[in-house]
């Protein structure tokens, strides 16, 4: 069996609890990714702020990582989608090359407006690692038992890609 872990970027918390079902269905770990200046705010100014990093393509300097990759060989994607793709943080490590020829399983949290995200993601995990599969979960809090089961299904799924 694959050596699996979560990589996960989460502004308010429920990409974050996405990866939390993954951690304990696999038993694996989850590492959080911040940017070194994250908003501070979260009032309606983040849309703006979150908004003009998207489409001007920002890639925010990461706080250190401290893993070794090379240990894992499936690591598993977590995002919420901000202005219909991956946020900037997400852009960071897949453009600048942290990874590298790994089975990229990419799952990300929406309120509706991510038709193009999973295509969108695939592009970019491409450029240096091999995309597996992806899963859209609505955020919606009635969901959340039916997400769980989704995503500990799905995250299995992945270890036999
Ligand atoms: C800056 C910003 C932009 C967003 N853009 C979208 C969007 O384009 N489509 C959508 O469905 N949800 C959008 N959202 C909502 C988030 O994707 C959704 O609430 C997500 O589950 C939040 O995950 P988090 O709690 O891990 O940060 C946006 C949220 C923010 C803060």
Redesign the pocket.
Known sequence: MSKALVL???????????ANFIKEALQIEVIEIKPLNELKT?GFY??????R??VLKKKPELSPLDVDFDLYDTIFI????????Y?PPIRTLLEDGMLKGKKIAYF???????SK?ASRAKQTIEIHNKFIGSLS???KVALLDQNKDEIIAWSKSMLEV
């Open positions: 996960c970027y989460s502004f308010e918390g429920f990409t974050l609890q996405m979260k983040k849309y703006i702020w979150g908004g990093q998207v977590g995002s919420p989608i901000w202005a219909g793709t946020a990300y949290t929406h309120e509706g407006g991510a995200a979960i609505l955020n």
